[in-house]
């Protein structure tokens, strides 16, 4: 079954620290790649995205991601965090060609909580 | 400004009620979602649809029902039939294989 998996579940920061949050996903195709964040009583927003090309792709706020097509891997990552970065984050995964519309299926999210 | 729409913001209701939440969008586009919140399971999929008078169920469709009469509109009915209900909800809209939400809905039922 298609599956996307956050490894972290709750991380603790402080100020200035780097971040890496894991994402691992389970599809046999061609699949199009989203972190997402929601902050305190927030709507979801879009972080970045891959859809093809560079591997390594940057997103808004200082935020960027690694596509390993090898490890079925696409880790978010930050090289100093800030107060304003706890939120929730989310994993996302759809497939191109699905009968399924490209809805997006998540991971279960990872809280961060910066100090 | 285009966007997604969904209202109310917060809504109550009593057990064994139906109850509709609202999804407006003015992004012209044909693909529409309805996610599922709760705290430590991410978002998952309830129903889709891909274009006016057609929608397909998602991953946890039982209790719920959805209609797409119109290009902008994609209202989700949470029946009595759902066991439990209280969550939050997020309505999306698609282009380019790009998901847009709506600010969500937080339903609690008493």
């Known amino acids: 079954a298609q599956s996307v998996s956050q490894h972290n579940h709750h991380v603790i920061l402080s100020e200035a620290a780097s971040l890496e949050l894991g994402c691992n996903y389970s599809?046999?195709?061609?699949?199009?790649l989203f972190w997402y964040v929601q902050y305190p009583g927030q709507h979801l927003q879009l972080l970045l995205k891959y859809f093809s090309g560079d591997p390594l792709v940057k997103g808004i706020k200082g935020f960027e991601a690694e596509f390993i097509k090898s490890k079925f891997s696409f880790n978010l990552r930050k090289p100093s965090v800030q107060w304003s970065d706890t939120a929730e984050y989310f994993c996302?995964?759809?497939?191109?060609?699905?009968?399924?519309?490209?809805?997006?299926?998540f991971g279960k999210g990872t809280s961060l909580l910066v100090t | 400004d285009g966007g997604i729409t969904q209202s109310p913001k917060y809504l109550f209701r009593k057990e064994g009620q139906n109850v509709t939440l609202s999804c407006e969008q003015n992004?012209?586009?044909?693909?529409m979602y309805w996610y599922r919140q709760d705290p430590g399971q991410g978002l998952r999929l309830i129903y889709y649809?891909?274009?006016?008078?057609?929608?397909q169920k998602g991953d946890i469709a039982e209790g719920y029902s959805v209609s797409r009469e119109k290009k902008e509109s994609f209202p989700l009915t949470v029946t009595s039939a759902q066991k439990n209900p209280t969550a939050f909800y997020l309505c999306a809209s698609n282009r380019a294989q790009e998901a847009f939400f709506g600010q969500g809905t937080r339903l609690t039922v008493v």
């Open positions: 649809s891909q274009i006016v008078n057609d929608f």
């Open positions: 599809y046999g195709g061609t699949v199009n």
């Open positions: 996302a995964v759809n497939a191109r060609g699905s009968n399924s519309g490209y809805a997006l299926n």
């Open positions: 992004l012209n586009h044909d693909a």
